[in-house]
């Protein structure tokens, strides 16, 4: 079985601040870890994704993600928050060894970033 | 940048009736998916299709639900009788193929009020 946790239902920083959303995984074999962002009235839009090589993941909007096998955690960072980067992170995983393609999501993370 | 569209944005019905949910994927993508997301709670997979056939569904996906291609563009979901736990926002997604590294990018929602 494959699970996504996001320890944190809510994260504020300030803007300009550096930012990040945790996630940990659990899967039996080897992860592929995506991160979606979902603004009000919208849907999920994809931001990056990990599938092997580099540990660092950079991705859309200036975000970055560091996959990290032995923590078995795939965290969410921004070195500058934007205002406009307040908005619902999920963490998503699909398990290399499973057949399908059905992502597992977290919980959730809404990101607030105060002027 | 080509979207995946979803109609109609809201929908309330009664319990008891039968809902059609409408989806238009990305134009070459092969692979189209539903998920779910009940208010408060994660995103769910409900089913994957391909080739005009279902390939992988969860346990959510019971018998009052079905997906179908009708024609080259629209993927649907039917809700045979709807029950008052079936309000949520649902989810199209489509990716290029199947493989397990192919990202798979979100619709809008439709959101679902059974009364």
């Known amino acids: 079985a494959q699970s996504v946790a996001q320890p944190e239902d809510q994260v504020n920083v300030a803007e300009g601040n550096p930012l990040t959303v945790k996630c940990t995984y659990s899967?039996?074999?080897?992860?592929?870890l995506f991160w979606y962002v979902q603004y009000p009235n919208r849907g999920l839009q994809f931001l990056l994704k990990y599938i092997t090589g580099d540990n660092l993941v950079k991705g859309s909007y200036g975000f970055e993600a560091e996959f990290n096998k032995s923590q078995t955690s795939f965290h969410l960072k921004k070195p500058s928050a934007l205002v406009s980067d307040s908005a619902l992170y999920f963490c998503a995983v699909r398990d290399m060894n499973n057949a399908g393609n059905m992502l597992t999501f977290g919980g959730g993370t809404r990101l607030m970033v105060k002027p | 940048e080509p979207e995946v569209t979803q109609t109609p944005s809201h929908q309330v019905t009664q319990m008891g009736q039968e809902v059609i949910l409408r989806c238009v994927p990305i134009s070459n993508h092969l692979y189209f998916y539903w998920y779910r997301q009940i208010l408060g709670q994660k995103v769910e997979f409900l089913v994957s299709f391909y080739n005009n056939e279902i390939s992988e569904k969860s346990e959510i996906f019971d018998d009052q639900f079905s997906v179908e291609r009708p024609d080259g563009s629209n993927f649907t979901l039917k809700i045979r009788s709807t029950k008052l736990e079936d309000s949520a926002m649902y989810f199209c997604a489509s990716s290029k193929e199947g493989v397990r590294l192919e990202t798979q990018y979100f619709g809008p929602g439709t959101r679902l009020l059974v009364l």
């Open positions: 899967v039996s074999g080897n992860p592929y």
